[in-house]
């Protein structure tokens, strides 16, 4: 009996072989096919988030509007809204043209790519990533070039910062976004071959926009009325607080595409990076708010909303690469800088109406070292040394040829308005309007 039913088992296991190398045959195109579609799904959600950040970081340009109308006066509301308008869509154009080809393109010496320019790189049928990798990278320049607008607000000419626009976007941010971030794409630079840290722009956007800001505040001088003849400071308060805080919220929400959309990729890092630049940002407001309560007795807001700015500004750079903890003290001390470094450069006679320098070139500076000095991988001498380096080529490079752009501008169609339309106000004397026609505006 016992061998007739291992003969009977052994004859039924003959039998379904066949039916079993079959099965495996169906099954293991399935088991590919399901890897192809989750890789395929992972690809998708790639390009999604990274549009989506793009479309969060393109907002910031409303936000940006909003903090330099509200912290300037209302006869120049137009003007600064054509501005912020037109640094965008000019700086865009110019660095579709040539500005991603000097960041982006290949490179034998780490200084500028080559090629890639006009997106030259994509073709019909070929790696549709460049687009969605240019469109993210477009706004982040949009974002250097609009910094400047509110240091050299009220006083500009319009033309001239339509020049401005083209070349920061064209040459001097993408030069310094090349040596940092170039191997990105299909470049490499001198700086992140030495092991530079600044994961989404504390020095590559802010700095460079914030230094240029500097720049173009020194050439152009003071607005009519901002110092008096014995040198006292006098204040020239912003017509709308509303619409500045507004517009420093839009910049917070902004910041959850600029951080976490850095990573260019839909996956679990982007947590951290999104508790980080908010704890930061929360830091930074408070202790703006303690520091001119301190200093002024009372809780100034213009401060609390620049310290949040400069909580921002300083996170992004090591917002990937930093513990929670320690974005709380990197932000902590870039709302005490951005109060300091306001009130020092204003005492320097430097006319900064919305604080740039401060929160973008100051703060971005602290916010690269510490990239460095809080690392979680362990901070080293070599790696704060790289930082530092790092710091000082962003500072010799956008302020010397931005300082060099204005001064060429200054000399040949002019930087700044005639003093008749300073006084009445930038609105009509160039663009033939008022932003609140029914009311009077001062």
């Known amino acids: 009996m016992k061998k007739k039913v291992l003969f009977t088992g052994a004859l039924l296991a003959l039998v379904a072989l066949p039916a079993l190398a079959w099965a495996a045959d169906e099954v293991a195109p399935t088991i590919m096919n399901n890897a192809d579609a989750i890789k395929g799904v992972q690809t998708n959600l790639d390009y999604v988030w990274t549009l989506v950040a793009a479309a969060l970081v393109f907002f910031m340009q409303a936000g940006f509007a909003m903090v330099e109308t509200g912290f300037t006066r209302a006869k120049n509301a137009v003007n600064i809204m054509m501005k912020n308008l037109m640094d965008f869509s000019m700086g865009s154009l110019f660095f579709w043209a040539i500005g991603f080809g000097l960041m982006f393109g290949t490179t034998s010496t780490g200084w500028f790519g080559t090629n890639g320019f006009f997106l030259s790189d994509f073709t019909m049928g070929g790696d549709p990533w460049v687009l969605t990798f240019w469109m993210f990278q ?8 609009t910094i400047v607008s509110g240091a050299m607000a009220e006083r500009t000419k319009f033309t001239s910062y339509l020049i401005y626009s083209a070349a920061l976007c064209a040459f001097i941010y993408p030069v310094f976004g090349g040596w940092a971030w170039g191997s990105l794409f299909h470049g490499s630079g001198w700086l992140e071959g030495m092991g530079f840290i600044d994961f989404a722009g504390s020095t590559v956007v802010h700095s460079i926009g914030g230094w240029a800001a500097l720049a173009g505040a020194i050439v152009l001088g003071p607005r009519i009325g901002k110092y008096g003849k014995n040198g006292e400071v006098k204040a020239i308060p912003g017509h709308n607080i509303p619409m500045a805080a507004c517009g420093v919220f839009i910049l917070w929400l902004g910041w959850f595409g600029f951080n976490p959309g850095s990573t260019t990729a839909g996956n679990t890092d982007i947590a951290m990076i999104f508790v980080n630049t908010n704890l930061a940002a929360c830091a930074g407001c408070v202790a703006g708010m303690i520091t001119s309560w301190i200093i002024f007795k009372k809780p100034d807001i213009g401060m609390s909303l620049n310290g949040a700015l400069a909580g921002l500004v300083g996170i992004t750079a090591g917002c990937a690469n930093v513990s929670p903890n320690s974005s709380i003290i990197i932000g902590l001390i870039a709302g005490v800088l951005v109060v300091i470094s306001v009130i020092v450069i204003d005492r320097m006679h430097i006319d900064d109406p919305v604080g740039a ?67 009445e106000g930038l609105d009509y004397g160039e663009h033939g309007s008022h932003a609140y026609a029914d009311f009077l505006t001062k």
Do not use: P
Request: net charge positive; glycine share 14%; aromatic share 12%.
């Open 138 to 145: 477009c706004v982040f320049a949009a974002t250097a070039a």
């Open 357 to 423: 320098v401060s929160v973008h070139g100051v703060c971005g500076a602290w916010g690269t070292l510490a990239a460095g000095l809080f690392n979680i991988g362990g901070m080293t001498a070599k790696i704060v040394t790289t930082q530092l380096i790092g710091i000082g080529a962003a500072f010799f490079w956008s302020f010397g040829c931005a300082y060099i752009l204005f001064r060429i501008i200054k000399a040949t169609v002019g930087l700044r308005v005639s003093a008749e339309e300073e006084i």
